[in-house]
């Protein structure tokens, strides 16, 4: 089975520009989380989403956004973006339990550069 | 808000020593995960654990959860050059469905 796959590899984008970044989840998996990961700090949270809806959101502006899809894939939207947005995505696809989450399996991640 | 420290930042060993690192809550934990990350590479998932006072082994690698589920170590034996990377908590707390990574533990080993 493939894992879970994350599109575009590598972008680089200018300030105020705007970016969509995609992830498609193991199949099977209906739950997909998006981190956000600077270089030497641990993944920060944005996002989770089950079966279509938004179960969780971290600490992040309202310029992110994201959508997940009847297929179960998901989208994660920045707009505007910043200098500081340089970082790692990392999207994880996981299956849902009743009472808790169980483990996340992280894709390769998308780089995001911003200059 | 709610967040986990994890100590500490950097542990450098020589092969065949044994290695820890540490996550606490101020607050009691629903769950906690440990993840580990090559260079280069996206964290892998290791261990889930939930119940308070729980322990998980694998192989050298040990788990442990507080009893008050709001601490929580990984304990490798041994070590091995291919233990290096990084190793992340990842936790969650009964309110919220967020889960909150530590700052990770990098781990280099000396053959």
């Known amino acids: 089975d493939a894992g879970v796959t994350q599109s575009p590899t590598h972008l680089i984008k200018t300030r105020g520009q705007h970016v969509t970044l995609r992830c498609s989840p193991i199949s099977g998996h209906k739950s997909v989380s998006w981190y956000q990961q600077v270089l030497g700090q641990g993944p920060q949270f944005i996002f989770q989403?089950?079966?279509?809806?938004?179960?969780g959101r971290g600490n992040f502006p309202d310029r992110f956004s994201a959508r997940q899809f009847p297929n179960y894939s998901s989208e994660l939207n920045v707009n505007a973006l910043l200098l500081g947005d340089s970082a790692l995505y990392l999207c994880a696809s996981s299956l849902l339990l009743a009472g808790g989450w169980y483990e996340q399996y992280f894709g390769p991640g998308t780089r995001l550069t911003v200059t | 808000g709610q967040q986990v420290m994890q100590i500490p930042q950097y542990q450098h060993v020589q092969e065949g020593e044994d290695f820890t690192t540490y996550c606490n809550s101020s607050?009691?934990?629903?769950?906690i995960q440990w993840y580990k990350q090559r260079p280069g590479g996206h964290p892998v998932f290791l261990i889930q654990l939930v119940k308070s006072g729980e322990v998980k082994k694998q192989k050298r690698l040990t788990f442990q959860f507080g009893e008050a589920k709001k601490n929580s170590s990984l304990h490798i034996t041994a070590t091995q050059t291919t233990d290096v990377g990084t190793y992340f908590c990842?936790?969650?707390?009964?309110?919220?469905?967020?889960?909150?990574f530590g700052a990770g533990t990098r781990l280099t080993v000396k053959p």
């Open positions: 607050t009691t934990l629903s769950n």
């Open positions: 990842a936790a969650r707390w009964y309110n919220n469905n967020d889960m909150r």
């Open positions: 989403y089950y079966e279509k809806e938004e179960r």
